[in-house]
């Protein structure tokens, strides 16, 4: 009986499957030919047609009823409304926005709690140092392999190259801070005063505050540190709720998210830059088959389950453009994926920082298309200069508004190019950031992995 049960079950899957496909094939086909005009259709016909898939896929969601599965469907209802009704969905960013707003209550008092837990009810202390120094050499020698890729992409695809810019009076202006030297840097990375700090989302702030904190906490006897260690410990576990609850309203906001954008930008403007938006794909695609998938093989990581296990945060990651949004589900995803607490908890905060590899690439391969729009022709020297100041500059960016953005001009302006053709990015930055946001989470979930192996105390076999 319960065999039949299990046939007639997945003989319905397999029909379900079948129409679904028909129908999102026939929906992808009818809008194609309107949009290349290899005919005249009415704009209802292929409107209906998407709609109709997005209708199956919505029973399809409500059958698997999954939290994942909706935030999936919530992208696709979202990309349609977003180019049907774009004076609607350009209304929907304050959805969006609230969502984000309800992420980044999480982010202190989650890391603030973690890391004490983890370090200060840890007896070796020493484990921390080590924690430390292998994290950044392990991060700075993906970052550069990051930057060159993205030299070498741009250099080959000359996507900047016959670009006629617009009169600099027409271009939008933003305010650009002086890049920061290195003394600068330093100090960036050190809060003083940590209310400040949270209030501005210095992760790399937090972090070190907290991580001094614990070692503090760790150095005194009970009962005092016992009653710290159980606050932190329970701040940890309500936080942990409360993403749970803020979760149910993802894809809400996913939704809204992808239909401001298509709906502020239109599909259009991938053509105007078709180029530029390839070779940022092509080059982090090299990256993650080329860089990541040799790392995570070296230490043999489960990839089926590990990518399991980031598909959610990455999903969030790439719809909302924010590694932040992410970070509380990935640390419950690493940890149980395998990865101890108090390793994810130190690892995924410090390489917002230190390890934002999409970025890091996007920012060599924007720089380089800054100067062929402007007609400059770098040589080999200055593209390494280049590069090497970018070590420097984009570390410590985490919580800066369109950080990459500000970083990018700061370097531009740093090396005499014009940033007029900045501007012409902006136009893109959405789908750029949304590759370059979901590659920084994939990298600092495969980076806790990598310093948990490195530990001795991956468990990845049992996840």
């Not at 909706?70 to 960013?93: C, H, R």
């Not at 809204?256 to 078709?274: K, P």
Request: charged share 15%; aromatic share 10%; net charge neutral.
């Amino acid at each position: 009986m319960q065999q039949n049960e299990n046939t007639t079950r997945l003989s319905f899957a397999s029909r379900f499957f079948l129409i679904a496909l028909i129908i999102c094939s026939a929906a992808v086909l009818i809008t194609l030919v309107q949009t290349m005009g290899w005919a005249t259709l009415p704009a209802a016909v292929p409107a209906a047609f998407r709609w109709a898939a997005i209708l199956v896929l919505s029973y399809g969601c409500w059958r698997r009823n999954h939290l994942t599965t909706w935030i999936l469907f919530s992208m696709v209802i979202g990309a349609e409304f977003g180019y049907d009704f774009p004076a609607i969905a350009q209304e929907l960013k304050i959805v969006s926005q609230v969502f984000l707003k309800l992420i980044k209550t999480i982010i202190a008092p989650l890391i603030f709690g973690t890391l004490v837990v983890g370090i200060a009810g840890h007896a070796d202390l020493k484990q921390v140092g080590r924690m430390g120094w292998k994290s950044i050499l392990y991060f700075e020698a993906v970052t550069t392999i990051a930057l060159f890729i993205g030299l070498f992409a741009i250099n080959i695809s000359k996507a900047g190259v016959g670009i006629n810019l617009p009169p600099a009076t027409q271009t939008e202006k933003l305010e650009v801070p002086p890049p920061m030297g290195w003394q600068e840097t330093i100090l960036h990375i050190f809060p003083e005063n940590i209310a400040k700090a949270v209030a501005e989302g210095q992760v790399l702030q937090l972090v070190v505050f907290s991580i001094l904190f614990a070692i503090g906490l760790a150095m005194i006897h009970e009962p005092h540190k016992g009653t710290m260690l159980r606050f932190a410990e329970s701040l940890t576990e309500v936080m942990f709720k409360f993403t749970g609850i803020v979760m149910y309203f993802a894809p809400f906001a996913v939704g809204a998210a992808i239909a401001y954008t298509v709906g502020h930008m239109g599909f259009d403007i991938l053509l105007n830059l078709l180029k530029l938006l390839g070779t940022l794909y092509a080059a982090l695609f090299i990256f993650i088959l080329g860089v990541l998938l040799p790392i995570a093989l070296w230490i043999k990581l489960p990839l089926k389950k590990f990518l399991n296990a980031i598909l959610e945060p990455a999903t969030i990651a790439f719809s909302t453009t924010s590694s932040e949004a992410a970070l509380p589900k990935a640390l419950q995803a690493m940890e149980k994926f395998g990865v101890p607490r108090k390793i994810a908890a130190f690892v995924l905060p410090a390489g917002y920082s230190f390890n934002l590899d999409g970025s890091t690439l996007y920012l060599s391969l924007a720089t380089v298309f800054v100067a062929q729009a402007a007609g400059i022709d770098l040589s080999i020297d200055q593209q390494i200069l280049i590069l090497l100041t970018l070590m420097l500059t984009t570390k410590g960016i985490a919580g800066v508004p369109r950080a990459s953005l500000v970083i990018l001009m700061a370097t531009a302006t740093s090396f005499g190019l014009p940033v007029e053709p900045i501007f012409i990015i902006l136009g893109i930055d959405e789908l750029m950031d949304m590759a370059r946001t979901t590659v920084n989470l994939i990298g600092n979930c495969l980076a806790s992995c990598v310093i948990a192996k490195w530990e001795g105390e991956a468990d990845f076999d049992q996840s």
